[in-house]
């Protein structure tokens, strides 16, 4: 996974990586995924499945500091845009 990671152009691309390779989650639920979903002390991330089912996807402490600094740069990001 750190290969993959190091390759990504940007903080987007790599904390996708580092989640699609530590946690399990499909694309979509990633791009689904709320800021709120994210419970940082269990460093779990709540996923809504088919028929409103809920699970918990893990991350590893790496992915939980790529996750952080995209969260913390997101209102930068569309500040910009804006």
């Known amino acids: 996974m750190e290969y993959l990671v190091a390759q990504a152009d940007n903080l987007r691309d ?3 990586i580092a989640l699609l390779s530590d946690s399990g989650m499909r694309l979509r639920e990633i ?44 209102p930068l990001i569309f500040t910009a845009l804006a």
């Open 14 to 16: 790599k904390t996708i």
């Open 31 to 74: 791009d689904n995924m709320k800021v709120s979903d994210i419970d940082w002390e269990s460093m779990t991330i709540a996923i809504w499945g088919e028929g409103s089912k809920q699970r918990r996807a893990p991350f590893t402490a790496k992915s939980g500091d790529l996750l952080m600094h995209f969260v913390e740069v997101l």
